[in-house]
C-alpha cells in the first residue's frame, strides 16, 4: 500500500499566477482533506472531499478550490497566488464509513509552495 | 469558532521520565480529539484519538492520553520516554460535521 500521495513535491510560482495540486489517497479511503501549514504552526484545514462534493471548508477565500474524482483522488487548486500562499500543503484521507469525524487522517508527505 | 491549544511549544524531558504534552480544546457538541506526530522529513502520523467511552485512551509506542471533559484537555502522556520519541506532536479536533482543527504543535525532546 503507497499510502497517501502528494505531487509535486516542490512548486515555486509567482504572483498571479494558479497552481494545481494533487493527491491520490490511501487505498480504501473516500474522504480527502486539505491542509495549509505554515512554518512554526499547525495545519490549517481548508476544504474536506467526500463522494466528488465539497463537505466542509475552513476560513480560506475562493482563490482555493478543489475537485475530487471517481477513483477519490483529489487536486487543490489556488488562483491569483499571493506570496501568503507559501506553504506546505498536505493532503489527508480517511474513511467515512460510520462516523466520519472520528476516523484518524493518513497525511501525504506535502507539497511545497514557493510563491516569488 | 473552535480552536485547540497547545501552551508549550516546547517540552524537554530526560530518557526514562514520564512526560505530559498538553493540549485544550474549544469545540461545540461533543469533541473527537486526535494526537499526531511528526518527525523530521516525515508527514504527519496517526497516534491515537477519542470518540466516546474511557477517558484514558492508549495508542502507538506506548503513548497515551487522558480526556477531561471538565477542563477540556486532552494531555498526551508516556510513562517512560524515549530518546526515539523526540518529534512535533499535534493535537486536533473534529466536529461531528468533519472540520478539522489543529494545534501549532510542540516540540518534544527527549535526553539521554
Known amino acids: 500500500d503507497a499510502g497517501v500521495t502528494q505531487s509535486p513535491t516542490h512548486l515555486i510560482k509567482t504572483r498571479g499566477q494558479q497552481v494545481t495540486l494533487r493527491c491520490s489517497p490511501k487505498?480504501?479511503?473516500?474522504?480527502v482533506s486539505w491542509y495549509q501549514q505554515a512554518l512554526g504552526q499547525g495545519p490549517q484545514f481548508i476544504f474536506q472531499y467526500y463522494e466528488e462534493e465539497e463537505r466542509q471548508r475552513g476560513n480560506f477565500p475562493d482563490r482555493f478550490s478543489g475537485h475530487q474524482f471517481p477513483n477519490y483522488s483529489s487536486e487543490l487548486n489556488v488562483n491569483a497566488l499571493l506570496l501568503g500562499d507559501s506553504a506546505l500543503y498536505l493532503c489527508a484521507s480517511s474513511l467515512a464509513a460510520g462516523v466520519p469525524s472520528g476516523n484518524e487522517q493518513f497525511f501525504g508527505p506535502g507539497t511545497r509552495l514557493t510563491v516569488l | 469558532a473552535q480552536s485547540v491549544a497547545q501552551p508549550e511549544d516546547q517540552v524537554n524531558v530526560a530518557e526514562g521520565n514520564p512526560l505530559t504534552v498538553k493540549c485544550t480544546y474549544s469545540?461545540?457538541?461533543?469533541?473527537?480529539l486526535f494526537w499526531y506526530v511528526q518527525y523530521p522529513n516525515r508527514g504527519l502520523q496517526f497516534l491515537l484519538k477519542?470518540?466516546?467511552?474511557?477517558?484514558l485512551v492508549k495508542g502507538s509506542y506506548g503513548f497515551e492520553a487522558e480526556f477531561n471533559k471538565s477542563q477540556t484537555s486532552f494531555h498526551l502522556k508516556k510513562p517512560s520516554a524515549l530518546v526515539s520519541d523526540s518529534a512535533l506532536y499535534f493535537c486536533a479536533a473534529n466536529t461531528n460535521a468533519g472540520k478539522s482543527t489543529f494545534g501549532d504543535g510542540t516540540t518534544l525532546t527527549v535526553k539521554p
Open positions: 487505498s480504501g479511503h473516500d474522504t
Open positions: 469545540v461545540s457538541g461533543n469533541p473527537y
Open positions: 477519542y470518540i466516546t467511552g474511557d477517558n
